[in-house]
């Protein structure tokens, strides 16, 4: 999934790439209006296609052991095609901006080959609850997914049948050279919304756990996070000092 407003900076990456395998947003809703156009884009194509959603700003210290984990999860998602597996990250620490999953026991009845039964999502708790959820062995969410593309679709209908409808309308009703215009005004009328909220919350029996090892996983959405994974590489800028110091009198001054 692509937006418009970045063409200056996909073009080139993306010159090889047919169009009829990209989708371009015209403004930015959040998370659930991307996959749910990216995913009836792949249906139409491949109604049994298996898919991933990954983010594109998040770090992996160790690649391989986490591309082991997604092919892994890919192979779940064979042979449970109502499913859709979530990779979780151990947490290190009471962190307040993540998401994290709470999941049942490893000895729980529906526990299977791996994969968890989803308990509860806890969207960037508070600093308390967050504590709490660390003691209790609780998982950071990647948000990495892998599932049938038709389960996927499956939970954004029953979780957000208004906006599933806007765009199966859009599927059924426009021609690939009116897709565009189409796209355009469907964003026109519909307002930001986050599939994890609106979807993963609402669907928890759909959703199954794998927890990977400690793959250092990190969420680069913050420029601390991104400063911290450039100091444990031994990277130093010198945007990176400006950038402490001005943190540093920044909390002075609170």
């Known amino acids: 999934m692509l937006l418009r407003a970045h063409e200056c900076f996909y073009t080139q990456e993306l010159r090889g790439v047919p169009p009829a395998q990209t989708v371009v947003q015209p403004r930015n809703c959040g998370t659930l209006p991307a996959i749910l156009a990216s995913l009836m884009h792949i249906v139409d194509r491949d109604r049994r296609a298996v898919v991933g959603i990954f983010p594109s700003d998040h770090y992996y210290a160790d690649e391989q052991q986490f591309r082991a984990g997604v092919e892994l999860a890919f192979g779940m998602a064979e042979t449970k095609p109502e499913s859709v597996v979530l990779l979780g990250a151990p947490a290190k620490h009471a ?20 994969l968890l039964r989803v308990k509860r ?12 959820l660390l003691e209790r062995g609780c998982v950071w969410n990647t948000f990495v997914m892998v599932g049938r593309a038709q389960a996927f679709l499956d939970m954004a209908r029953s979780g957000a049948p208004e906006l599933y409808r806007a765009f199966e309308t859009m599927r059924d009703r426009c021609w690939p050279e009116t897709y565009e215009e189409a796209m355009r005004a469907v964003y026109e009328g519909i307002e930001t919304a986050d599939f994890s909220q609106s979807i993963l919350s609402a669907n928890p029996e759909m959703l199954r756990v794998l927890c990977l090892g400690d793959v250092g996983w ?30 540093a009198a920044t909390a002075a001054a609170c």
């Open 95 to 114: 962190e307040t901006g993540y998401g994290w999953i709470e999941a049942e026991a490893q000895l729980s009845p529906h526990s299977h080959d791996g």
């Open 218 to 247: 990190s969420d680069l959405g913050e420029p601390g996070r991104v400063i911290g994974v450039l100091e444990q590489k031994g990277v130093e800028r010198e945007w990176a000092t400006l950038w402490h110091r001005e943190s």
């Open 121 to 132: 999502f806890w969207e960037k708790p508070s600093p308390p609850v967050a504590r709490d």
